[in-house]
C-alpha cells in the first residue's frame, strides 16, 4: 500500500520562507512523478512543481524562481523549499506521486501553508 506523509506547513510571514516534504512508502517503481499541488479556499487545486525521475524539473509559472523542487530517491522523499512567499501562496499543499506507466496517482494527506501580509 502506497502511503505519503507530508510535513513542514505552518505560518510565515511575506517574505518568509517554508520547506515541505514528503515521503513516499510502499512503491518501489522507477519511473515515477514525484511533485506538490495546492488548493486555495474556493478554487481548483493545481500543480505547484513535479519531477520526474531522472531529474527533469517542472513548475508553475507563478512560482518560477521562488520554489525549488527537489528528490531523493534513496529516501524516497521530494522537498519543496518556499521562498519569498507571498500571501497569495496560501493553500494546502498536496504531495503527489504518479506511477507513470501506469497513470496512477497518490495523494498525501495535504499540509497548510499561511502566508500572512
Known amino acids: 500500500q502506497v502511503q505519503l506523509v507530508e510535513s513542514g506547513g505552518g505560518l510565515v510571514q511575506a517574505g518568509g520562507s517554508l520547506r515541505l516534504s514528503c515521503v513516499v512508502s510502499?512503491?518501489?517503481?522507477?519511473?515515477?512523478?514525484m511533485g506538490w499541488y495546492r488548493q486555495a479556499p474556493g478554487k481548483q487545486r493545481e500543480l505547484v512543481a513535479t519531477?520526474?525521475?531522472?531529474?527533469?524539473?517542472n513548475y508553475a509559472d507563478s512560482v518560477k524562481g521562488r520554489f525549488t523542487i527537489a528528490r531523493d530517491d534513496a529516501k524516497n522523499t521530494v522537498y519543496l523549499q518556499m521562498n519569498n512567499l507571498k500571501p497569495e501562496d496560501t493553500a494546502v499543499y498536496y504531495c503527489?506521486?504518479?506511477?507513470?506507466?501506469?497513470?496512477?496517482?497518490?495523494w498525501g494527506q495535504g499540509t497548510q501553508v499561511t502566508v500572512s501580509s
Open positions: 510502499g512503491s518501489r517503481f522507477s519511473i515515477n512523478a
Open positions: 519531477t520526474i525521475s531522472g531529474g527533469s524539473t
Open positions: 503527489n506521486y504518479r506511477l507513470v506507466v501506469r497513470g496512477i496517482d497518490y
